[in-house]
């Protein structure tokens, strides 16, 4: 299979985007797809701004910002993924929204385009029984944010084909990133062990055990962890983890992996983390600090 030049990228989100600009900077023509034009644009500026801090440190030149820039499109239109030599999809975590949209990247891509899959926990094999082409169907996993994080978990199908595994693992590394494999399992590696360790720390402040603080600053200091459980939960979007903690619930069947019922509340209750101002902490400016009930 010929190196890729053109590359489509699904979702403009804190993912999609940062996979966007990884493609723009090691070569690639770029393509943004995303419904919702105020998300574009929210990409652009954050893409941009990603950019101008790489050239600020060092990393980049100012005239490499500017040709990175220069490859990227933002489009509302799936049409125009039509030329894509691969495609990464980097939208909700939800495998009935994802098996709808790799059925219609199936109808428009070229037969030769390889359709990859930026899920954290959803099977590869069930997205790719959506397609005619299941042979170049293939989990590409992005750790956040793309652009700093030096790992990619790829997952092969059960049909996944040698040639689609090899051009995915040339890519990562024209990215320059560390690759593992995982079988196709629900959580894969990564977050098989995460998103327990995560769902136990809510059940650590849901028992009333200690404070989101002593949690976090405990994980940090004592396991050597940069962000603590409940701060990376932030981070992530609760309810991205909520998701993978439900796929893990039901792909592996043991009650070992039920969400925690705090984790379930919060997200109820619209307060999902750093992408809204609030989740176990309030990161609005002015804010009073939340006080968590270990029972909320």
């Given at each position: 299979?010929?190196?890729?030049?053109?590359?489509?990228?699904?979702?403009?989100?804190?993912?999609?985007?940062?996979?966007?600009?990884?493609?723009?900077?090691?070569?690639?023509?770029?393509?943004?797809?995303?419904?919702?034009?105020?998300?574009?644009?929210?990409?652009?500026?954050?893409?941009?701004?990603?950019?101008?801090?790489?050239?600020?440190?060092?990393?980049?030149?100012?005239?490499?910002?500017?040709?990175?820039?220069?490859?990227?499109?933002?489009?509302?239109?799936?049409?125009?993924?039509?030329?894509?030599?691969?495609?990464?999809?980097?939208?909700?975590?939800?495998?009935?929204?994802?098996?709808?949209?790799?059925?219609?990247?199936?109808?428009?891509?070229?037969?030769?385009?390889?359709?990859?899959?930026?899920?954290?926990?959803?099977?590869?094999?069930?997205?790719?029984s959506a397609t005619s082409r299941p042979c170049q169907v293939i989990g590409m996993h992005f750790m956040?944010?793309?652009?700093?994080?030096?790992?990619?978990?790829?997952?092969?199908?059960?049909?996944?084909?040698?040639?689609?595994?090899?051009?995915?693992?040339?890519?990562?590394?024209?990215?320059?990133?560390?690759?593992?494999?995982?079988?196709?399992?629900?959580?894969?590696?990564?977050?098989?062990?995460l998103m327990p360790m995560i769902n136990e720390a809510f059940f650590t402040?849901?028992?009333?055990?200690?404070?989101?603080?002593?949690?976090?600053?405990?994980?940090?200091?004592?396991?050597?962890?940069?962000?603590?459980?409940?701060?990376?939960?932030?981070?992530?979007?609760?309810?991205?983890?909520?998701?993978?903690?439900?796929?893990?619930?039901?792909?592996?069947?043991?009650?070992?992996?039920?969400?925690?019922?705090?984790?379930?509340?919060?997200?109820?209750?619209?307060?999902?983390?750093?992408?809204?101002?609030?989740?176990?902490?309030?990161?609005?400016?002015?804010?009073?600090?939340?006080?968590?009930?270990?029972?909320?």
């Amino acid at each position: 299979m010929a190196e890729a030049k053109n590359l489509g990228v699904v979702g403009s989100g804190q993912m999609g985007s940062g996979i966007a600009q990884l493609g723009a900077m090691h070569g690639l023509h770029v393509w943004l797809l995303d419904t919702d034009p105020t998300a574009l644009y929210r990409a652009n500026k954050s893409i941009s701004s990603s950019l101008q801090r790489f050239v600020s440190k060092g990393q980049i030149s100012q005239a490499a910002c500017t040709e990175a820039l220069g490859r990227l499109e933002y489009t509302s239109n799936i049409d125009e993924l039509r030329s894509a030599d691969f495609i990464v999809e980097a939208i909700v975590e939800s495998e009935d929204v994802k098996k709808k949209l790799f059925i219609e990247l199936d109808k428009i891509t070229k037969s030769s385009a390889i359709l990859a899959s930026n899920t954290s926990s959803i099977s590869i094999t069930r997205l790719a029984s959506a397609t005619s082409r299941p042979c170049q169907v293939i989990g590409m996993h992005f750790m956040n944010p793309p652009p700093i994080m030096k790992l990619v978990e790829i997952v092969r199908g059960a049909d996944t084909s040698d040639e689609t595994f090899h051009a995915t693992k040339a890519l990562a590394e024209r990215f320059h990133k560390t690759i593992i494999c995982s079988q196709d399992h629900s959580g894969f590696i990564v977050n098989r062990i995460l998103m327990p360790m995560i769902n136990e720390a809510f059940f650590t402040l849901y028992t009333g055990v200690a404070t989101k603080e002593d949690i976090d600053t405990g994980m940090k200091l004592g396991t050597n962890h940069p962000m603590g459980p409940l701060e990376l939960a932030d981070f992530i979007g609760l309810d991205v983890c909520l998701s993978i903690m439900k796929v893990l619930h039901a792909g592996l069947g043991d009650s070992k992996y039920a969400p925690c019922p705090l984790l379930v509340q919060y997200v109820d209750a619209g307060r999902v983390g750093r992408k809204c101002g609030v989740g176990v902490y309030d990161y609005r400016k002015g804010s009073e600090p939340i006080k968590a009930s270990p029972r909320l």
